[in-house]
């Protein structure tokens, strides 16, 4: 049996993760937020999450902290992101071998950006130009896996590596208090799709409106799926192109 741990928030990571699985076989998936610190034994683990500022969301933190996996399971990690890659492997391996416990792989995997609170989606032209190359990426990554190969953790260029060694303890520390800048127009349903898929349990619905609960991990679902666009951030989303992966099913 292999098992993978992974976080998304609008699919990316979610995508790579039953990718893998796929190819793979026997492989059972669950959600990082779900993990309660019980031993992961099998034959492999993996650990598949999205890079945030240059490094590793403070959910996977927590999950790497709580950790306790078998001696004899292969560990392998692969990280999403949009433009730069920073340390988050890095990280990853470090927290695993604070634990004795060693990353025998590790892998960025490019997929279409998905942070509105900078940008609208990339248009869908360049995501299918984007899902095909991660189409290639999971094929590799599935050989190493199969072989339980020991290889070089990969690495993000020079510059997401320096902007991580500047800045990531800076804005990844607020990042549970950020919602506060989370509202609601009038043009909300009352769905609470937003709640149903925070994966932190984040929201709660409350008077037909979502309520933000302060421990917030930034991974942007609740707006990106609302809709009716009726969730902003920071007065900067209202407009912008929403983006969720098309080829995974988030639910609701």
């Known amino acids: 049996m292999n098992t993978i741990y992974y976080f998304t928030g ?14 793979l076989g026997d492989t ?6 779900d993990y309660n610190g019980e031993q992961i034994g ?3 683990l993996g650990i598949i999450f999205p890079v945030y500022n240059w490094g590793l969301p ?19 990690a692969a990280a ?16 695993l071998a604070e634990k004795s416990r060693k990353l025998s792989a590790g892998f ?23 899902f095909n190359d991660e189409n290639k990426k999971i094929k590799m990554i599935v050989t190493v896996i199969k072989g339980r190969k020991v290889s070089e953790i990969e690495k993000g260029n020079v510059m997401s590596r320096m902007m991580h060694n500047l800045l990531y303890k800076t804005m990844i520390a607020p990042t549970h208090g950020k919602d506060k800048k989370y509202t609601v127009s009038e043009g909300c349903l009352g769905c609470g799709i937003c709640a149903e898929r925070c994966q932190v349990k984040n929201i709660r619905i409350k008077d037909g409106k979502p309520e933000w609960q302060h421990h917030c991990e930034m991974c942007l679902a609740c707006i990106q799926s609302c809709p009716n666009k009726a969730i902003d951030f920071g007065g900067k989303t209202k407009d912008r192109v929403r983006y969720l992966n098309p080829n995974v099913d988030l639910g609701e």
């Open 10 to 23: 609008t699919g990316n990571s979610l995508q790579v993760a039953e990718d893998i699985a796929k190819m």
């Open 28 to 33: 059972e998936i669950r959600k990082i937020a």
């Open 42 to 44: 099998g034959e492999t």
């Open 58 to 76: 403070l959910v996977v933190v927590d999950f790497l902290n709580k950790l306790h996996v078998a001696d004899s399971v292969y560990n392998y």
């Open 80 to 95: 999403t992101y949009g433009a730069l890659a920073g340390k988050a492997l890095d990280q990853c391996k470090t927290m």
């Open 108 to 130: 960025y995997v490019n997929m279409p950006g998905n942070n509105i609170t900078l940008s609208s989606a990339l248009d869908k032209d360049k995501q299918k130009t984007i």
